[in-house]
């Protein structure tokens, strides 16, 4: 049976236990090849020093511990602005929000919808314009700081089926927790590799030197810590090809089940086989981050491979396929190398096209279906992201891509069709910002007004890259203007709320994104009061009469902590009395949100129903957990 999200997350934590262990073991075993070295160097000079071997063998470890862990820790801390500082480091190019190239249109329009899909911030994106290769990979601490990247090769040869392909396989790679166990392989297997740089530097600094006698102790521990230096980067490959292989298989299958066909992402694998290029790197130095490529970009031999053999890949999707047929398609490229634009003008690509729900809809869903969802978009949900993209107005869609233009789209989805608290809201705005910024907001509230609620949030979803990488003083003003207009007219409504509290959470989380997500560790007893006051929130905006909300509130109560006896309280200032418990309830461990949200879903759909306002709600709860859920919830 397939994992879910929550088990995805619950195995990640347990493998980062595994990794921290076998760490742990190359570590001891680099110690003790360290400590033989100098034992056998201080073994020359002992007579004529009269030194204690025991004290200086002391020394050698503790010294020896501590250039590892250093230089691991100030690896990793050198990435801890997250997936954007890999991508650099390798010497990629950011795609802008407003290109009109149209090979980066077209991974834009891709990537855009499958965050859309995902329930997601849209990750940064970058392209190594150097690579012919086709390759992809994906980088960051949690969704919130995540990039991905992409080669020249993948953009030039894959047609748009094909690249969706690809990009669902990395995005599987930003929900199920792999991106932040991969920075921190690279931080790990750092601190092994300076120990090999440091006894290659003294041998090569030492060697020529004139007493040659004398520096003898030395040349024996300097090779010492070359040996013991490769030794660990050997073992530190092997760790991180197991580590690795398996995830690939694991991300192939949710692309798959992501973009509704397997045709996509076996043509790219077959392009990466059947292509002189393949998936090779040759510009970039992609030793550190080869276990996070979609294809192989060393070339390492089968003990070390971080990726499983391609045609077993290929052949996990198309049970059928032969290994002669890849020589036919490499002869035939070869002749003729694959055009992915050309390939989409034959396969006349036309975007989706549906419905979306009336704005006051009321649609049956089911637990299991929402928890299905949560992490692991599906077909559906890749179709309507295509259609919601298709339904948001081009001038939106444009000034959620201009960088003058972000804010006030924000501030325009919150202007207030009160005329009286409209003017409050734009003194406010005048006040903490400009006059130009009020005048946009107030042109593009124009559309924003007839916008359907299905679409504000994904829009709000859409701005997030340029926002983040605005300067602290002016997001925290821009928060606070958030605030503000939100509450001018004294009250807080459930999509004012969830608006907030979603950039609150993605801006908090992508200023220091190596400290604000961590699988948590909490259990539900832990946390049972404010379980109780979150359904109680949940049950009172979802519920028409005190009597109906209490009712949720017990289905609620009764899926999560069903021994518990509180009673149902709503609070007296509505939902913005759970600002003070999301770090409580973000903590829980990823079971314990499993079934936390399999009771919110019972308490909002006590009547098998949920309306568009209850969607958001619950959106922006699995939003604040770590739990990223598709706009649209899978009907019961």
């Not at 795609?95 to 834009?108: G, H």
């Not at 013991?228 to 530190?236: I, K, R, W």
């Not at 009469?545 to 289905?555: D, G, H």
Request: aromatic share 6%; hydrophobic share 45%.
């Amino acid at each position: 049976m397939a994992m879910n999200f929550f088990e995805h997350q619950d195995a990640a934590r347990r493998t980062s236990k595994r990794l921290i262990v076998l760490f742990a073991m190359a570590v001891a075993g680099i110690v003790i090849a360290v400590d033989f070295g100098v034992y056998v160097g201080f073994g020359f000079a002992r007579h004529a020093s009269g030194g204690n071997a025991a004290g200086i063998l002391l020394l050698s470890t503790i010294v020896t511990l501590a250039v590892i862990g250093i230089s691991s820790m100030v690896r990793t801390a050198g990435l801890r602005s997250g997936g954007s500082a890999v991508a650099l480091e390798l010497g990629a190019t950011q795609v802008s929000e407003d290109t009109t190239d149209p090979q980066y249109r077209r991974l834009r329009n891709v990537i855009e919808e499958i965050a859309i899909a995902s329930g997601v911030p849209v990750p940064e994106i970058y392209v190594l314009e150097q690579e012919a290769g086709i390759n992809a990979f994906a980088a960051g601490w949690a969704p919130t700081d995540a990039a991905i990247t992409v080669t020249r090769g993948a953009l030039d040869h894959l047609n748009r089926d094909e690249l969706q392909g690809v990009i669902a396989h990395e995005f599987s790679h930003v929900l199920n927790g792999d991106m932040r166990l991969n920075i921190r392989l690279i931080g790990i297997l750092f601190g092994i590799l300076v120990l090999a740089i440091i006894g290659r530097k003294v041998l090569f600094n030492v060697r020529g030197g004139r007493d040659s006698k004398g520096n003898a102790p030395v040349l024996l521990i300097a090779l010492a810590l070359l040996i013991a230096g490769y030794v660990g980067l050997f073992f530190g490959r092997l760790i991180k090809a197991g580590l690795s292989r398996q995830r690939e298989y694991l991300a192939d299958a949710s692309a798959v089940q992501f973009t509704r066909q397997s045709s996509g992402i076996a043509g790219a694998l077959k392009k990466v086989g059947g292509l002189v290029d393949g998936s090779k790197l040759v510009a970039t130095d992609a030793e550190e981050a080869s276990h996070m490529f979609f294809g192989d970009g060393i070339g390492y031999s089968a003990l070390f491979a971080t990726h499983p053999p391609l045609i077993k890949r290929i052949q996990a999707l198309e049970p059928g396929f032969q290994p002669d047929a890849l020589d036919n398609l490499s002869a035939r490229w070869a002749l003729s190398p694959p055009d992915g634009a050309e390939e989409d003008r034959q396969l006349g690509f036309d975007s989706a096209h549906g419905h979306l729900p009336g704005a006051n809809a009321e649609l049956p869903i089911r637990a299991a279906a929402v928890i299905a969802q949560v992490g692991a978009p599906q077909e559906n949900d890749y179709r309507r992201a295509s259609v919601i993209s298709g339904k948001m107005p081009d001038d939106l869609l444009a000034a959620s891509r201009a960088l003058d233009q972000a804010i006030p789209l924000v501030f325009a989805l919150l202007l207030d069709s009160d005329a009286g608290v409209r003017a409050q809201q734009e003194a406010t705005i005048r006040q903490r910002h400009d006059d130009a910024t009020l005048a946009m907001a107030n042109t593009l509230s124009a559309q924003t007004a007839g916008l359907h609620p299905m679409l504000r949030l994904p829009l709000a979803s859409l701005v997030f890259p340029l926002l983040r990488r605005r300067p602290r003083p002016e997001l925290d003003n821009f928060i606070g203007t958030v605030d503000a207009l939100s509450q001018a007219d004294g009250q807080v409504s459930l999509f004012e709320y969830c608006l907030a509290c979603l950039l609150h959470r993605q801006l908090t989380d992508s200023l220091d994104p190596s400290a604000h997500w961590s699988s948590g560790r909490r259990k539900l007893p832990e946390a049972q009061n404010e379980i109780a006051l979150l359904l109680s929130v949940v049950a009172q905006y979802g519920q028409d009469t005190p009597a109906e909300a209490q009712r949720a509130y017990a289905a609620g109560m009764n899926n999560v902590l069903p021994d518990a006896n509180i009673a149902y309280a709503p609070p007296s200032d509505g939902v913005g009395a759970l600002d003070n418990a999301w770090p409580v309830l973000d903590a829980l461990d990823p079971m314990g949100k499993s079934v936390l949200i399999e009771g919110l879903v019972a308490a909002v759909s006590l009547d098998g129903k949920v309306t568009v306002s209850e969607s958001e709600l619950l959106r922006t709860v699995c939003a604040v957990l770590h739990c990223p859920l598709p706009p649209m919830l899978e009907r019961g």
